[in-house]
């Protein structure tokens, strides 16, 4: 598979998405891939997407609650992720901007069941 990023754009075999916030960073998996748009200038919390290879969103990550000093928070003012990490051929790291880390799993943005 072969992509491609320029700002807000990525162009996966041939197919171009764009995002409302400037790609960041790709994962590549054999078919399919993690992005993670900017984080800065973030218009969303959920700045993370599964993409095909056929250029498809597949997902983008939910809202997941987080806890801080004890107290879960579902919505967060300014809380997007900042760093994603490929952990094996199944599982991506997220961190977020208060870093708190998730995992997921790569292929349907679901949290991870997996310890």
Known sequence: MSF????????????????????MEVLEYDDFYVIMTDYHQSSTNENVYGIDPNGFILWQISTFKHSIENKEVEDL?????????????RHVKLIDFNNQSIIIEAYSGCLSADK
């Open 4 to 23: 491609k990023t320029f700002h807000k754009n990525l162009v996966v075999n041939c197919q171009m998405i764009t995002f409302p916030d400037q790609v």
């Open 77 to 89: 003012f300014f809380n997007p992720y900042t760093s994603i990490e490929k952990l094996n051929s």
